[in-house]
T-cell receptor
Framework: GENVEQHPSTLSVQEGDSAVIKCTYS??????FPWYKQELGKRPQLIID?????GEKKDQRIAVTLNKTAKHFSLHITETQPEDSAVYFC???????????FGTGTLLAVQP | ETGVTQSPTHLIKTRGQQVTLRCSSQ?????VSWYQQALGQGPQFIFQ???????GRGNFPPRFSGLQFPNYSSELNVNALELDDSALYLC??????????????FGPGTRLLVL
C-alpha cells in the first residue's frame, strides 16, 4: 500500500549547522511532496513543497530535492536557528483525491 | 496563520458517545480533507470532501462520516467513540483544480479525549 518513510526520527544540531531529513515513498503515482513544520500544540504549517516535474527547489535557508527514480526526497535546512526547532513531516500526494500520506516525523532540536 | 478554522478546540467524551467536529475552509477553497493525528505520529488521512461529495477515503471504519455544506465548510462525525479515537483532528482546505495536487492549509485542530 501507500507508505512514506522518514528518517531520522530525532535530529540534534548546533546553531548554524545544516540539517537534512530524508523520506522515501512507495506509490509511483505520487507527484506532490510538501514539507510541514509543526510546533508543539500547533497546526502543521507548510514550509516548502515540490512537484514531480522539478528536481530541486529552494526558499532562503530551506531547500528540497526530489529523485523520482529512487522515490526519495529530502529537506535541507542551512544555518539552523533555535526557532527552527520543531517536528517536521514530509508527505506524498498524487491523483484525483489530493490526499496526503505523511511520514512519521522528525523532531529537530537546534542547540544554541 | 491560515484562514482555516475549527471548532471546538478541545472536547472530552466517553466511550460509546458521538461527536461532531466542524471546519471552515479558507476563502476560495472548495475542498476539505480531514486527518487524525495521534500523539507522536503523523496525520492520517480520513476522507476528503469536494463540492459536497466524498472524494476519497482512508482506512477508517464507517462510524467516521462527514458532510460538506454549500459554503464549503465541513463536519466530521464519529459514532460509538472508542478510547483509540483520542487524537488531534485536523482539517485542511485546498483549491482542487482539475485533479492536480494543490497545497493543503491546516486548521488549528480539535483535540478529542475519549475516556
Amino acid at each position: 500500500g501507500e507508505n512514506v518513510e522518514q528518517h531520522p526520527s530525532t535530529l540534534s544540531v548546533q546553531e548554524g549547522d545544516s540539517a537534512v531529513i530524508k523520506c522515501t515513498y512507495s506509490d509511483s503515482a505520487s507527484n506532490y511532496f510538501p514539507w510541514y513544520k509543526q510546533e508543539l500544540g500547533k497546526r502543521p504549517q507548510l514550509i516548502i513543497d515540490i512537484r514531480s516535474n522539478v528536481g530541486e527547489k529552494k526558499d532562503q535557508r530551506i531547500a528540497v530535492t526530489l529523485n523520482k527514480t529512487a522515490k526519495h526526497f529530502s529537506l535541507h535546512i542551512t544555518e539552523t536557528q533555535p526557532e527552527d526547532s520543531a517536528v517536521y513531516f514530509c508527505a506524498g500526494g498524487g491523483g484525483a483525491t489530493n490526499k496526503l500520506i505523511f511520514g512519521t516525523g522528525t523532531l529537530l532540536a537546534v542547540q544554541p | 496563520e491560515t484562514g482555516v478554522t475549527q471548532s471546538p478546540t478541545h472536547l472530552i467524551k466517553t466511550r460509546g458517545q458521538q461527536v461532531t467536529l466542524r471546519c471552515s475552509s479558507q476563502s476560495g477553497h472548495n475542498t476539505v480533507s480531514w486527518y487524525q493525528q495521534a500523539l507522536g505520529q503523523g496525520p492520517q488521512f480520513i476522507f476528503q470532501y469536494y463540492r459536497e461529495e466524498e472524494n476519497g477515503r482512508g482506512n477508517f471504519p464507517p462510524r467516521f462520516s462527514g458532510l460538506q455544506f454549500p459554503n464549503y465548510s465541513s463536519e466530521l462525525n464519529v459514532n460509538a467513540l472508542e478510547l483509540d479515537d483520542s487524537a488531534l483532528y485536523l482539517c485542511a482546505s485546498s483549491p482542487l483544480a482539475g485533479g492536480s495536487q494543490e497545497t493543503q492549509y491546516f486548521g488549528p485542530g480539535t483535540r478529542l479525549l475519549v475516556l
